[in-house]
T-cell receptor, first 114, second 115 residues
Framework: AQTVTQSQPEMSVQEAETVTLSCTYDTSESNYYLFWYKQPPSRQMILVIRQEAYKQQNATENRFSVNFQKAAKSFSLKISDSQLGDTAMYFCAFQASGTYKYIFGTGTRLKVLA | AAGVIQSPRHLIKEKRETATLKCYPIPRHDTVYWYQQGPGQDPQFLISFYEKMQSDKGSIPDRFSAQQFSDYHSELNMSSLELGDSALYFC??????????????FGPGTRLLVL
């Protein structure tokens, strides 16, 4: 069975600084997909970034980038130039290829300080 | 762009009552997923449908059932409600015919409170 672990329950960062959220996972699958979702106080789940396991290049979306280390089964999210609107719960999610469900980590609550 | 629509957004029920949650996927999406998120918890997968057939099943109680209709909308039926069913219920949708087919787009959720 796959598991996803987010070891940082809470983090804070000053506005305009950079922060990295960690995520590790355990799987025996060779092909899978990884995601970061953001859940602000409204509790809407918003896709931040996705990564295909077969791609060596790390995904980037504007201020958001990932450090994907397949051998180490690590998938961290880096947020650059943090903004107040980045304050949210961040969930890491795993999906094995050919399956339908996401397996989520327990989340990291990020607070951006003015 | 059109998003996933869920109704109702809020629902209050008594113990042992029934509830029906509805989900309207993004147009041309053929796959629907249901998740349950308890207070302070991560979302837990309940069930999914692809082209109106159940495609995967997670930790969905036997008291719950769901289906996907010909117009691709889905309904989650919950009977004999318990206090522990109080949660935020998300519906998500994706398209298996297009890439990235694995990306699920979430609705705003239905907040269910059982008293």
């Amino acid at each position: 069975a796959q598991t996803v672990t987010q070891s940082q329950p809470e983090m804070s960062v000053q506005e305009a600084e950079t922060v990295t959220l960690s995520c590790t996972y355990d799987t025996s699958e060779s092909n899978y997909y990884l995601f970061w979702y953001k859940q602000p106080p409204s509790r809407q789940m918003i896709l931040v970034i996705r990564q295909e396991a077969y791609k060596q290049q790390n995904a980037t979306e504007n201020r958001f980038s990932v450090n994907f280390q397949k051998a180490a089964k690590s998938f961290s999210l880096k947020i650059s130039d943090s903004q107040l609107g980045d304050t949210a719960m961040y969930f890491c999610a795993f999906q094995a290829s050919g399956t339908y469900k996401y397996i989520f980590g327990t989340g990291t609550r990020l607070k951006v300080l003015a | 762009a059109a998003g996933v629509i869920q109704s109702p957004r809020h629902l209050i029920k008594e113990k042992r009552e029934t509830a029906t949650l509805k989900c309207y996927p993004i147009p041309r999406h053929d796959t629907v997923y249901w998740y349950q998120q308890g207070p302070g918890q991560d979302p837990q997968f309940l069930i999914s449908f692809y082209e109106k057939m159940q495609s995967d099943k997670g930790s969905i109680p036997d008291r719950f059932s769901a289906q996907q209709f010909s117009d691709y909308h889905s309904e989650l039926n919950m009977s004999s409600l318990e206090l522990g069913d109080s949660a935020l219920y998300f519906c998500a949708s994706s398209s298996r015919d297009r890439r990235p087919e694995e990306t699920q787009y979430f609705g705003p959720g239905t907040r269910l409170l059982v008293l």
